[in-house]
């Protein structure tokens, strides 16, 4: 069984912000797989289903980004499983173009509060994550202000498209070929 989480921020007024973009991945993932992601638990909100055969866990963490780590702790205890090799996490990456993707197995937080948070309440730093790029913040803007705003349309579309890579990407990593998956994905956009 996997856990694939998405990070995000809880309410409507996040909604479809960058920062929400693991979010996006999820719901993404439940629309295309008939997975209904209704049931509060964990301090998430998660879905219980099956994506190519494989019993998963989608989850969206209502914890706030900066407390994500409690959430995720739960559910790796709770369903005992594997945190190394049976939970990835999707969240938006600053440093990386709209719509790049970069799939890594560890890796530091890289000033992200989200990561920080999990790899505080894991104490491990290697789990299969999919970073999702939504931009580098213009000169003179808040890096809040910037994860916190809105996509223009033609980054919507962008976006759009890197869930879909996402949840591609995500078939890959479940038959253990995250290796594949980082040779198809971890591309850069155009």
């Not at 290697?126 to 910037?146: M, N, Q, W």
Request: glycine share 10%; with cysteine.
């Amino acid at each position: 069984m996997y856990i694939i989480v998405g990070l995000g921020n809880p309410t409507k007024e996040y909604k479809n912000t960058r920062h929400n973009i693991g979010f996006d991945v999820i719901d993404f993932i439940a629309e295309q797989n008939q997975i209904a992601v209704l049931e509060h638990k964990f301090k998430a909100i998660i879905g219980k289903g099956y994506l190519d055969g494989q019993k998963v866990i989608l989850a969206k963490p209502q914890t706030y980004m900066n407390l994500s780590g409690e959430s995720i702790r739960a559910m790796v205890d709770y369903y005992k499983i594997d945190a190394e090799s049976e939970l990835i996490v999707i969240y938006d990456d600053v440093s990386l173009a709209v719509g790049q993707l970069r799939i890594r197995k560890k890796g530091s937080a890289g000033g992200h509060n989200g990561i920080k948070s999990i790899l505080s309440h894991l104490g491990m730093d290697t789990f299969l994550r999919i970073k999702v790029g939504v931009g580098e913040k213009p000169k003179g803007y808040d890096l809040a202000d910037y994860v916190l705003g809105h996509f223009s349309q033609a980054e919507r579309r962008t976006m759009d498209e890197s869930c879909k890579n996402s949840a591609d990407a995500i078939k890959y990593m479940l038959k253990g070929s995250t290796d594949e998956a980082m040779n198809l994905y971890n591309i850069k956009v155009k």
